[in-house]
């Protein structure tokens, strides 16, 4: 395909687990190009109403895309 490309991120937050993705979008000048991200878990606050039990495994994901195409990926947290 076209080596231009530009991704924006959506986030589908585990219960209880903020999710924070920079940048929030990437963009490629050519096919094969490879670019660095990060994300950040935190626990949310008892306040946010998540019943989260400790023991239990909780999930989300984020993904990519450039509205063709989408990379998703899973986040899955052990809540301590």
């Not at 660095?36 to 626990?43: M, V």
């Amino acid at each position: 395909g076209p080596g231009e490309a530009r991704y924006t991120v959506a986030v589908v937050e585990p219960a209880g687990v903020s999710v924070k993705v920079s940048p929030k979008r990437l963009s490629f000048a050519r096919a094969g190009e490879k670019k660095a991200f990060r994300i950040r878990l935190e626990a949310k606050g008892r306040s946010s109403g998540g019943r989260v039990v400790r023991g239990q495994f909780v999930a989300g994901s984020y993904a990519w895309s450039d509205g063709a195409h989408v990379v998703r990926s899973p986040v899955v947290v052990l809540v301590a």
